[in-house]
């Protein structure tokens, strides 16, 4: 079966950046679409980007014109870059891979703290 492996979570202080990668441990029926969510303590998981196979990408009005999804050279690989980060992005992230038209696949997931 296809594992979802993230990287690059931490602590950071407000107003750093962290760059969060997802990969995909072997080939896939034909991507859909790659995403990202996060789920802090207490919460629901909430949808925070989104970006499909024709490169049409959307965002949550919390992180808009903060954090940018993107597709890396290896076509099994997602990144989501968060600068600006706030305190309230403190979660657990988790990347979604949609392929074949009906198979989800998600991370693990990776904590991302944010202090204020």
Wanted: hydrophobic fraction near 30%.
């Amino acid at each position: 079966q296809v594992q979802l492996v993230e990287s690059g979570g931490g602590l950071v202080q407000a107003g750093g950046s962290l760059r969060l990668s997802c990969a995909a441990s072997q080939d896939t029926y034909r991507v859909n679409e790659w995403a990202w969510y996060r789920q802090a303590p207490g919460k629901p998981r909430e949808f925070v980007a989104r970006t499909t196979d024709g490169s049409v990408t959307g965002y949550a009005r919390s992180v808009q014109g903060r954090f940018a999804i993107s597709r890396g050279s290896a076509k099994n690989t997602v990144y989501l870059q968060m600068n600006s980060l706030k305190p309230e992005d403190t979660a657990v992230y988790y990347c979604k891979l949609t392929a074949g038209g009906i198979y989800e696949y998600w991370g693990q997931g990776t904590q991302v703290t944010v202090s204020s």
